[in-house]
């Protein structure tokens, strides 16, 4: 995707760090923004180990980057660095978007915003329902800080590959947000089998499914699904995981990641601009992006 936009020299640079982060579809987004509302910004990519994080922040500061998203390995650790973190962000324990107002970094989650602008029209079935989230990073974060605070589930499963990790952000989310309805698995799809079918709403926070691993999913087992469930994937590269394939087939209402990742992207081109994004084109642009790429 080529755009003819010119830049002056004074044009405002904003963008994202993360390693690696070859594969983010962020800077097409924002710059198709940029030039569709004709502001003087442009989006860059910066790949930067976690290594490197304290040093990075200092050679933003110093170029004057007016703000930049932050993407895996990073959205746990940022937060240390920063000056000032948003109160979702301080809960929640991970940083997506960081905005420099004249020197002082602060940090914010626009993943959640995105999840509720996701979730929303669900809101009536969220209330009092189980809900299991596969995964125990920054995203699972986001999605059980919108689970609780916003949509007033009843209890949540944490599903993990690792136990350990789901019996800490167990633990971590009750002491923060005072909810106690709570249990932790070891993500074995075989002895998970009725703690998915018993949810109403299943959402996988992982990157198990996500391009160039389009065959792998959480579980294989179809029985884990059925006709009255809602399933969320946060992944938007494949529209349509392995995941969601296997759901839809049981007749479960499924969800792409694709307005989650519009959704927060708005939300943070809002901070630094203070201007709305054009999300409807910004969404039919990268959803025939995705398209022509799984082709």
Same mark, same amino acid.
């Given at each position: 995707?080529?755009?003819?936009?010119?830049?002056?020299?004074?044009?405002?640079?904003?963008?994202?760090?993360?390693?690696?982060?070859? !594969?983010?579809?962020?800077?097409?987004?924002?710059?198709?923004?940029?030039?569709?509302?004709?502001?003087?910004?442009?989006?860059?990519?910066?790949?930067?180990?976690?290594?490197?994080?304290?040093?990075?922040?200092?050679?933003?500061?110093?170029?004057?980057?007016?703000?930049?998203? =932050?993407?895996?390995?990073?959205?746990?650790?940022?937060?240390?660095?920063?000056?000032?973190?948003?109160?979702?962000?301080? =809960?929640?324990?991970?940083?997506?978007?960081?905005?420099?107002?004249?020197?002082?970094?602060?940090?914010?989650?626009?993943? =959640?915003?995105?999840?509720?602008?996701?979730?929303?029209?669900?809101?009536?079935?969220?209330?009092?329902?189980?809900?299991?989230?596969?995964?125990?990073?920054?995203?699972?974060?986001? =999605?059980?800080?919108?689970?609780?605070?916003?949509?007033?589930?009843?209890?949540?499963?944490?599903?993990?590959?690792?136990?350990?990790? &789901?019996?800490?952000?167990?633990?971590?989310?009750?002491?923060?947000?005072?909810?106690?309805?709570?249990?932790?698995?070891?993500?074995?799809?075989?002895?998970?089998?009725?703690?998915?079918?018993?949810?109403?709403?299943?959402?996988?926070?992982?990157?198990?499914? *996500?391009?160039?691993?389009?065959?792998?999913?959480?579980?294989?087992?179809?029985?884990?699904?059925?006709?009255? !469930?809602?399933?969320?994937?946060?992944?938007?590269?494949?529209?349509?995981?392995?995941?969601?394939?296997?759901?839809?087939?049981?007749? &479960?209402?499924?969800?792409?990641?694709?307005?989650?990742?519009?959704?927060?992207?708005?939300?943070?081109?809002?901070?630094?601009?203070?201007?709305?994004?054009?999300?409807?084109?910004?969404?039919?642009?990268?959803?025939?992006?995705?398209?022509? *790429?799984?082709?």
């Amino acid at each position: 995707m080529h755009f003819s936009k010119k830049y002056s020299p004074a044009a405002n640079i904003v963008g994202v760090i993360g390693h690696p982060i070859k !594969q983010s579809l962020s800077p097409l987004m924002h710059n198709f923004a940029f030039e569709s509302l004709e502001s003087d910004y442009i989006y860059l990519p910066f790949d930067v180990p976690l290594s490197n994080l304290k040093d990075a922040l200092k050679g933003m500061l110093a170029l004057n980057i007016q703000g930049f998203n =932050v993407t895996l390995p990073l959205k746990e650790k940022i937060g240390e660095y920063l000056h000032d973190i948003s109160e979702e962000a301080s =809960v929640i324990g991970a940083v997506n978007t960081v905005v420099n107002e004249n020197g002082t970094l602060r940090g914010y989650n626009t993943d =959640v915003f995105g999840i509720i602008e996701t979730l929303s029209p669900y809101q009536e079935e969220l209330s009092g329902s189980i809900v299991t989230v596969i995964g125990g990073g920054g995203a699972a974060r986001s =999605v059980i800080y919108a689970l609780i605070r916003h949509f007033k589930v009843a209890s949540i499963n944490i599903v993990n590959r690792t136990a350990q990790k &789901a019996e800490s952000l167990k633990d971590y989310f009750t002491e923060k947000m005072l909810f106690g309805e709570f249990k932790a698995y070891d993500l074995v799809p075989p002895d998970l089998v009725d703690v998915f079918k018993n949810s109403k709403f299943i959402i996988n926070t992982t990157s198990i499914g *996500m391009y160039p691993d389009y065959d792998d999913s959480a579980t294989e087992i179809a029985d884990s699904f059925n006709d009255s !469930q809602v399933v969320f994937d946060v992944i938007y590269n494949p529209l349509k995981t392995r995941l969601l394939e296997i759901a839809e087939a049981r007749g &479960a209402v499924t969800i792409n990641g694709l307005k989650m990742f519009v959704e927060q992207g708005a939300r943070a081109f809002e901070l630094w601009t203070g201007e709305k994004m054009p999300v409807d084109s910004v969404y039919d642009l990268l959803e025939k992006e995705l398209l022509d *790429m799984k082709r």
